[in-house]
């Protein structure tokens, strides 16, 4: 069964702090995506990755930072929280290709206080 | 700069009734319009799809109308259900995924 594994369900940091989102999926693909999730606003693309150690800005990547170490995990960092990145972060995974599915995650929601 | 528009925000239909959600693309170098669902506490998932080389297709109730032409295609759910219940996005794909702003759906029994 296709798995995305995100680490937290939900987290409470302090502006300023660094913070660590963790996905990683059992399904050997290519492509990953950090997406965040706002009432009204849909999901909208923060980074996303070919294959590990390449990156790509998505359309809102400022703030943030990723990391693909190796091929099933990627990081999504918050260098100094804000409590404007209050929010839920979905990764996804899907193999490479226009026309293949996309596998979420269930999201983790940050709040910044 | 929300390069796919969908309409409505909301939507409330009774048991039964159709239900039909709408988008607008912008960019013609998408090729690859997905639909998908998300219910409450879980991450989006994959619910139907098209190419733009055919202007319909059909899976059990979900159906999606394709109009190259005028840049827009909608989902249409015949015999909505309760449990039908969820956030819909619609969403576009040239060398990655656009999604829609979502319209979240209420089906009432």
């Known amino acids: 069964d296709v798995k995305v594994t995100q680490s937290s369900r939900y987290l409470v940091k302090r502006t300023g702090e660094k913070v660590f989102l963790e996905c990683v999926q059992d399904m050997d693909h290519e492509n990953m995506f950090w997406y965040r999730q706002d009432p009204g606003l849909g999901l909208r693309l923060i980074y996303f990755?070919?294959?590990?150690?390449?990156?790509e800005k998505g359309d809102i990547p400022e703030g943030y930072s990723v990391s693909r170490e190796k091929k099933e995990r990627f990081s999504l960092i918050l260098e100094s929280a804000s409590t404007n990145q209050t929010s839920m972060y979905l990764c996804?995974?899907?193999?490479?290709?226009?026309?293949?599915?996309?596998?979420f995650g269930q999201g983790t929601r940050l709040t910044v206080v | 700069q929300q390069q796919v528009k969908q309409s409505p925000q909301s939507l409330i239909v009774q048991k039964g009734g159709i239900s039909i959600i709408n988008c607008a693309y912008e960019?013609?170098?998408?090729?690859?319009f997905p639909w998908y669902q998300q219910f409450p506490g879980k991450g989006p998932a994959l619910l139907i799809a098209i190419r733009p080389d055919v202007s319909e297709k059909k899976e059990g109730r979900f159906t999606i109308s394709f109009n190259k032409s005028a840049k827009q295609f909608s989902l249409h759910i015949m015999d909505s259900q309760p449990g039908d219940s969820a956030t819909y996005f619609c969403a576009a794909s040239g060398s990655r995924l656009t999604f829609g702003e979502g319209t979240q759906l209420t089906v009432n029994p």
């Open positions: 996804a995974s899907s193999l490479g290709g226009v026309d293949t599915e996309a596998f």
């Open positions: 990755s070919y294959d590990v150690k390449m990156k």
């Open positions: 960019n013609t170098a998408f090729d690859y």
